[in-house]
């Protein structure tokens, strides 16, 4: 739903993001308590880079509504578990329906959670390679769904080897986790 052209009823009466869906509650909830948030604990980073990229070519409702499953079926986002999962536990992931079943996504997880741990080995987090990119700082900008900053860190986590981290994935992960500021003029986040 387009809230920006269609006018979205919001039960509260507060105005949220145009992509917000007022009839899910789930949704309203990660855009009103989670979105936009600075992230610095790399459980959370790794989980949303998981759900990020599993998001590629999809809507985020359509994954957000599938987290508790993924959550369940990824071992609780646990890096070092999915990074020794082998090909018995990818044809597992292929038949669970709770979860997005795309076998190169599965496997990039997989792939990225080997990737993820040796980035937080140099650098002695997850999130002081990220915060990183900004000196530690949020950066405002809406409107937008890829920038200089998300070209580069696209292009560095490419280079280390990580899969479905294109520049527009990687812009939507920043903004989930509070890198970049994005609610919109209008939103009561803004």
Known sequence: ??????????ADGKKRCFWANPKNERYIAY?????????RDDRKLF???LLECFQAGLSWE???N???????????FDWDIVAAYGGEKVEELMGDAGIIRNRLKIKAAVTNARVFIKIREEHGSFANY?????GGETIRETGKSSSPLS???SKDLKKRGMKFVGTTVI????????????????????
């Open 1 to 10: 739903m387009d809230c920006e052209t269609k006018g979205c009823a919001w």
């Open 31 to 39: 855009h009103d308590h989670e979105w936009g948030v600075p992230v």
């Open 47 to 49: 989980e949303m880079l």
């Open 62 to 64: 359509c994954v957000l």
């Open 66 to 76: 599938k987290r508790e499953a993924f959550r369940r079926a990824f071992d609780g």
């Open 130 to 134: 990220l915060w990183g990119w900004t």
């Open 151 to 153: 070209d580069s860190v």
């Open 171 to 190: 812009y939507a992960y920043l903004q989930a986790v509070g890198v970049i500021w994005s609610h919109e003029e209008g939103c009561f986040l803004a």
